[in-house]
């Protein structure tokens, strides 16, 4: 049987894609869902939030994909007195040209690592914002682009630990999704002692695909159909969440842009070349629930905003896609 153009694409992509993904699971063990999704997350060109307790592997995370894809990497350690001028560069007088240089910052990597970026300032963490929205830096009315893919993997630590600042709603509606690791089951942390334990596991990590291959998957998310009635199913999840009782502030639309860009990067990754409504379901918690704020009614009565996601995912009609 002959093998037509489209499928041939399909099959390189999931290929690519399990690639990626096996690779980083070679190191990060027991997180097979956390690790598709931080995968789906850099293809679709969006940004990932990783929160949790210290010590399960927010940062090694990060450090495998980097590695994973073979680019640049950049690592912002985020502390009460860091400057926005040490996260998006700054401008240097070259006494030998009688010029100002632009010295780049950290962001000007292909995978940014923002570690712990709710232990910075509000202002530092702002500085972040052009750079995750727009793909380029502002400095002394100077732009510059930044590299392609770009993706920053941010991690913080719970907010009710000492020294946090909480990320305002403009910020995190930037982050594609927010994800929580969890602790590792028991074989996974045997696993862990026993590969990590006896050394450096990143030593041997190496890149299983260029910033190339991962630009051309990106581009192919454009070819991946999305019907009338799924964009209608989009649009109807979005105007539930906006009418919810429990909910201040629903979702805006760049985050239901966001949810068919990572929805189709789903369907590519599973060798279709069509969006069901099965991938915008299994992608909902970790695209929706962080963009949604709940009332303090909602907050008193123990509502969670994976609560309200969940309410609002089985309220509406499913439908039939052609």
């Not at 946090?164 to 403009?170: A, F, M, R, V």
């Not at 860009?261 to 099965?278: E, H, K, M, N, Y």
Request: no cysteine.
């Amino acid at each position: 049987m002959t093998t037509t153009p489209q499928a041939a694409r399909s099959e390189t992509f999931s290929s690519l894609f399990r690639s990626i993904a096996e690779n980083v699971e070679s190191v990060i063990r027991g997180k097979h869902d956390v690790v598709q999704l931080v995968v789906l997350a850099m293809i679709a060109e969006g940004h990932v939030l990783l929160e949790d307790s210290p010590g399960l592997g927010k940062t090694s995370l990060a450090k495998a994909v980097a590695s994973s894809v073979g680019g640049s990497n950049g690592r912002i350690q985020f502390t009460p007195d860091l400057l926005p001028a040490d996260v998006v560069g700054m401008s240097i007088w070259n006494r030998g040209t009688g010029e100002f240089d632009f010295r780049p910052g950290a962001v000007f990597a292909n995978i940014v690592l923002a570690d712990e970026i709710n232990r910075a300032s509000p202002k530092t963490q702002s500085a972040l914002l052009e750079a995750m929205a727009e793909r380029q830096v502002t400095v002394d009315r100077a732009t510059h682009q930044l590299a392609r893919p770009f993706m920053v993997i941010a991690t913080q630590n719970p907010l009710d630990h000492e020294g946090t600042y909480p990320l305002p709603e403009s910020q995190l509606d930037r982050f594609l999704m927010k994800i929580s690791l969890g602790y590792p089951g028991r074989d996974a942390e045997m696993e862990i002692l026993d590969q990590h334990g006896e050394g450096n596991a990143f030593a041997s990590l190496t890149s299983v695909v260029s910033p190339a291959d991962v630009a051309m998957m990106t581009n192919a998310l454009q070819s991946v159909h999305v019907s009338p009635e799924l964009k209608g199913y989009l649009l109807d999840i979005a105007a539930a969440t906006r009418q919810h009782p429990s909910l201040r502030l629903g979702l805006s639309p760049r985050a239901i842009l966001s949810l068919q860009r990572v929805s189709r990067a789903l369907a590519a990754a599973s060798g279709r070349s069509f969006v069901t409504p099965d991938d915008v379901k299994a992608l909902a918690r970790p695209v929706m629930a962080h963009r949604l704020m709940l009332t303090p009614e909602a907050q008193l009565g123990g509502i969670s905003a994976v609560n309200v996601v969940d309410d609002v995912m089985a309220s509406i009609p499913v439908p039939t896609v052609s």
